[in-house]
C-alpha cells in the first residue's frame, strides 16, 4: 500500500490577519500521487483538528490510493498541515512584533494558496475537508474563487457556533489549567461532541470498563491518552483559537457575496444526529451561497466524515466525475 510522501516548502515571512509577522515558515504536506503540469489533477484535502498530512486528513487508505475512490493512479493528493499545527508546520515571530500569533482559518487558505504557487499548482479539481477542515475548505472558496473546479465542504458551519464556541472554551480552560493533562480531558469533552448518544450506548451502555468502573469511562480515557501522546498543547489551543474566530463572511460584504463569488460546484455536506455542527448549520451556508446540499447518514454523529469511509469515497468520486466532465468537453472541443 502506497504512503503519502510528506515534504516542505518554505517561505521567508508571512503576515497574518491581525498583522503579527511570520518568519522562516516552513509548510509541511502529504503528497500521494504525481502533479501533472498546472496541477489539473489535484485533489486538495484539508485535515481537521488533530488530523496531519502523513494521513491525508484520514481520508487515507480506503478513500484515497491506488484503485480507491480518489485514484492515485489518476488523482495527486496535497494535504497541507494547517499553520498552528505540530506536524511539519513551523514558523518563528518577527522580532519586532509584540501581538502574540494567531492564525485564522483565512490564513491558512492564503497560505496553502502560495503553497500551490510553489508546487505550480494553478487550479485544482477538487478541495475538500471536514470540520475544521472544512471551516478552511469554505475560505479557500471564498479566498480563491477561480482556483476550484469543486470544493466539497463536510460538517462545518460557515462562521462558528455558539455551541462550539463554548465546547472549545471548556476544552482551552482544561489545557491552559492542567497543559497535558488538561489535553486529555479536552479530548475526552471533544469526544463526546463527535459522537452521538446512541452509538455510545449502543456500543458500551453499562458495560464494565478495563479500567474504570463503566466501559465507556476506559474509552475516553484511553482516546486521552491517545491524543496526549502525540500532539502538542500549543497547536491545540492555536487551532482552537482559529476555529473560534472562523467567519468566512467577514468582511466580505455578507456570507452570500462571500460565497457566491465562487466560480466552481460548492456542496455542504451535513450529518443527521451531528451534535457538533449539524445538518442546519451546513444548510444555512448553501441555502444562502446558492450551493448543494447533500447528506451521509452515520449513527457515528460528526465523525461520520472520517468513519463513513464507503460514503465519502463515492461522494468525492462523484463530484470528481462532475468536476472534470467540462474540462473534458473542453478538450474534445479543441481537439474536433
Known sequence: MSKPRVETVTFPEFRLDSGVL????????????EIEPGGGNVVLVFHSLTGGPADL??????????????????????????????YGTSYREAAEDSGRAAPTTRDMARLTGQLLDALGVRRVAL???????GM?????????????????VFAAPAAH?????GWNHIQRLAVEKLGAEGLAIA???????YRTPDELESRFGRKAGTDAPFAIQSYLTRHGEKL????????????????????VARGRGGLARALGAFRGRLTGVGIPGDVLYGPDDVKHWTHRAGAAFRQIRSLRGHDGFLLELARVGDLL?????????PARRRIAGLRG
Open 187 to 193: 479530548r475526552m469533552a471533544g469526544m463526546l461532541t
Open 57 to 86: 486528513g484520514g481520508f487515507y487508505p480506503e478513500v484515497v490510493g491506488p484503485g480507491q475512490p480518489v485514484d492515485t493512479g489518476r488523482w495527486a493528493v496535497v494535504c497541507p498541515n494547517l499553520l498552528g499545527s505540530c
Open 136 to 152: 478552511v475548505a469554505l475560505e479557500w472558496a471564498a479566498t480563491f474563487p477561480e482556483r476550484s473546479n469543486a470544493v466539497v
Open 317 to 325: 468520486a462523484g463530484e470528481l466525475a462532475s468536476a472534470s466532465a
Open 127 to 133: 478541495a475538500t475537508g471536514g470540520s475544521l477542515g
Open 22 to 33: 511570520l518568519r522562516d515558515l516552513r509548510v509541511a504536506y502529504g503528497l500521494l500521487g
Open 228 to 247: 496526549v501522546a502525540r500532539f502538542d498543547t500549543k497547536s491545540y489551543l492555536t487551532l482552537l483559537d482559529a476555529m473560534d474566530t472562523h467567519d
Open 161 to 165: 457556533t455558539a455551541w462550539g464556541i
